[in-house]
Structure formats: C-alpha cells, structure tokens
C-alpha cells in the first residue's frame, strides 16, 4: 500500500494491497520469473517451466534464489474513490466495530483498512488533533462511474458519526499509492510483528484499542487489513501464500525516531500480538513478521504448506546457500 515498497521481497512473500481484494496478491499475478540459482543457473519459472519452483517463489520469499527479472498480469484500474475516514480516540472501539461489521459485506472493489495512531502533523489533520491518538478507517473503493464506488464510501461513513478528518473523494492509483506514506518516516527505527486473523470480536477490539493507548511510540501504528475476495478464491496450496481465507491481516509496527533502547517498542508490538491471538489464523504474514524469532514464527507463517517449500527448497538450495531470510530448511537437512 504505500508507492516505495520494493517490488521484489513484495511480490516473493505474497504481495497485499489495495486490489488484493479485486485481483488477488501480487504472487497471484506474477506469470513468470528468471531466477539465479545457487550452483549458477538462470532458469525461468512459470506453470509449465519449473513449476515446483514457480509454486515456491509466490510466497515463499527470497529462498530459492535470486530473481534478476519478474513478468505480471496487469489491471486496468478505473475510477476509484476513497481516502481516510478520522475519529478521535474516544471512537476507537467504535470505528473498529464498525470496520469488523463492514468487512463481513464489504464488495471486493472495496479495498479497508482501519488503523490506530498517532495523528501525523499532516495539511489535511485540524491542528488540535496533531499528536493525539486517533482511530482512521481508509476504504478505497474502485469502480467504473456505473458501479458508483462514491455510494460504497458513502455506506461506510454513514456507519459512525461525522469523523473529524475526511479526505475522501475521486483519487488516480498513483494518488491512492502517495497517500498512505504519510505514517511511514524514511530514517526512523521500525520493528514489525504481525498476524492473520480469522475474526475480529469484541476482546480483540478492547485489546488492540488497549494497546495503541499505550504505544511506546507516538510514530508507532496498528493497522488491519480487511483480506478475502479474490484472495481467498485460490485455494491454499495453489501457491506457497498459505492463509488465503484469513479474514483479516494485522500489522503491529513499532517504529520510532533512532535514539535509546528499541527494546520495549518490540516488546509492545508483540504483546499486542499475543493479546489478541484468540483469533489467530496460525501464523502471520512472512513480509510482516519479525525476523528475529526463528523456526518457529517462519513455520506458522507457511503453514501446511512448510513441508512442500522444504522440499522445493532441497531441490534448488540444498545447502541453504540463501539463508539471510526468513528461512526456509532444505528438507533432506531434517531428514
Ligand atoms: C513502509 C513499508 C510498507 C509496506 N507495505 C506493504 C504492503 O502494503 N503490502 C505488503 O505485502 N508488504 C508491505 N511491506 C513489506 C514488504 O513487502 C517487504 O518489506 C518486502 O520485503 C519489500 O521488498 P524489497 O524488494 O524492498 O525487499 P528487500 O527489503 O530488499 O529484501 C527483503 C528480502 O526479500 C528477498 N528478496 C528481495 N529481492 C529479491 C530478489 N530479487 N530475489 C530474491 N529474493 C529477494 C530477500 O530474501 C530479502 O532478504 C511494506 C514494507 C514497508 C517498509
């Protein structure tokens, strides 16, 4: 969701956006790949060349080798309307409820998230609600004129009263791209956890609306991302992407300005995460988890499909020459 994320670590670890919903992951779009191997070879990976390695590389990350060059289906995007829907914290539970009861209806043009921040010293935020924590819903919704996307934001705001900050209207891609890097600082500190949900109830809710009340950072931000459509239309063992019918992706990122000791912002980004893993789907998204906790956090983040990347992995890195990632183990090394 924001213009300067790398298109490659996007795409090889899954790839969500704003037309997930509508398209499917990046992973899914991607028609083919050139690919360095470890003992020297260029291959090409498609569904009918290398296709084990084809599979492996949407969502397997960056353990099969390197991609020098990606090929992608593409997608018309026409009109689209949207923007960010402000409240102040004393809505949070309330725009949170609200985003839960959407994103059972929501149509697949419609791309949502909700977040919890601290409000940015952006233009467009009234000076009185500048470093106040705030509650946002950000629905993006595309469309031909015909499909009137402008109703479906319009259904959305009528969920809560009138927000405090609302940016929505008429947007181009590229307008849809910029916008979200507002919370996003180049050069500060950043510790990511995050984790599919497969529902949003009312303790989660009170937990994460607890949580970013006490954010050890006024840059730090909870965001989810309401998932399914064409996502969820691929079955599970298509590609290595595993959690395809998670109802929602949280996104716990810490992330502050680089001075004293980052320990306590990791530590609230994963005791938010433990505090609402009553509604995990098993495991969290692999372009999103911390990279320090190991074995474990990768294997939940693959799921069933481990087992199948450990032996793609066997077959083209078998001495786990690509490592310095979330790792997948060759399988003949646990044998
Ligand atoms: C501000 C911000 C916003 C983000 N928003 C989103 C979002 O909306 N949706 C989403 O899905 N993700 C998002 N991400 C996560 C993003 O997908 C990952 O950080 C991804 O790894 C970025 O890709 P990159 O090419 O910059 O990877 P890098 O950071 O350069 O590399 C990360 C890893 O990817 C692998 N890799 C990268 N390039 C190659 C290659 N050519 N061949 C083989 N392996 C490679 C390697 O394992 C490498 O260690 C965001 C990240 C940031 C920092």
Redesign the pocket.
Known sequence: ??GS??????T??????WLDRLAGLTCDNLASAEVATADGRLLRASETEHPDLFWALRGG??NF???TSFSYLLHRVTQAYGGLLGYTFDQAAKVLEAYAALSDQAPDRLALYAALATAPPLPFIPRGLQGQPVAALLPVCFGTADDHPERTVAAVRSLLPPPAVDTTGPMSYHQIQRFSEGP?MPGAH?YYTAEWLDFLDGTAIESLVSAAARATSPLSIIVLKRMGGATARVPAEATAFRYRQAAHNLDIHAQWVPAGDPAPHGAWAHDTRRAVRHASAGGGYV??IDGDLGDERVRAAYGANYGRLAEVKAAYDPDNFFR??HNIVPAAAVR
């Open positions: 969701m924001v994320t790398g298109i490659a670590g996007l090889l670890g899954g790839g969500i956006g990350g960056g080798g390197v991609v996003t950043h372009n999103f310095f990632n």
